[in-house]
């Protein structure tokens, strides 16, 4: 029997306790990661003293990986920078509606895709701090172009997403495999975090993808189950996830300019990881979590799942000042408004349309109530 028969889920799923160990020690001993965090952490001193701070790194990389043997260890790892980055990064992290799920219930958060680490690690904080099982998180291989880094996001409960499969056999091939994984984790008593959609929404307007929905029914159609029937079991929850500031807005309001003004958009080789950077220290100011409820009306489209996907995120979506301010409707405090102003005045001119519309559109989308 081969390796993928008994581990259909191989290559892309989360590494077990039992790999732990040695990804740890391979990556204590990748060059290119030591190199990568040295640039980072001491751009100056790499540059004039390489070879000194590269052993300073790899030292304390040794020290705080070196124990690591198991994925809880990791996750209390990560919690321990998370909280550190909360503390440096945003006024205030709230969240509404994770009171009424179930603790011990495996659910699939769906939820909208505005930054491409913190999203999900917003969502796993507030498991996490309510003593819930964390989640195994959905993360595309467009990322994850070097071998340490997909070991590190798969050492942190981290599931690849084969976005590079080419041809169509091979795409449905990883698209089966992702969604028989999927299901295989809820059924196994596993919550999962998936955006709506594939890449963020740069412009603030959140719209779940159908595709997402169909991929997702795929591995209980291979169970028997009917559409419906195969949705309800998923056991749905759609999650608004609203910053008043977004760490990554003058760059995504100049890559829209762009596109608007010329058709097309250059990205750089590394700007995904930029991204990520600049998504994890940068300004957050108030940041705020609203767990819907499980979907669990008798729909029989994939159309039908996102709109209701979509309904919960607009609903629940917390308005900020800086929502307010840029869709011109509500009152803000003065505050408030000197800093959106601020931070307004400091995007190039040209950019400022697409910038205020980022911020607008969660005013704009949100339905009235009833």
Known sequence: MSVSDQDPF?????YNDDEVAQVVSNLITTPELIDALAQFRFPRLSKLLPGPV?????RVLSAQLGKIDSVEKMQQLVASYMQKMIGRSTHSVTYSGLDELDPNGAYLFISNHRDIAMDPAFVNWGLYQRNMKTL????GDNLLRKPYVSDLMRLNKCFIVKRSAKGIREKMAALTQLSGYISHSLD???????AQREGRAKNGNDKTDPAIIKMLFMGRK?????FAEAIKSLKIVPVAISYEYDPCDRHKARELYERASHGEYHKSEYEDIDS????ITGDKGDVHIAFGQPIDADLDTAELVADAIDQQILSNYHLHASNLLAAKSGHVSPAKQEAFTQRLQSIPEEHREQFLQMYAYPVTNKPPQA
């Open 10 to 14: 191989q290559s892309i799923r989360p």
């Open 54 to 58: 590269r052993w300073m790194v790899k």
């Open 136 to 139: 195994r998180i959905a993360i």
């Open 188 to 194: 196994t008593g596993n919550a999962i975090w998936i």
């Open 222 to 226: 291979k169970q028997g189950m009917a």
């Open 276 to 279: 990520i950077v600049y998504g």
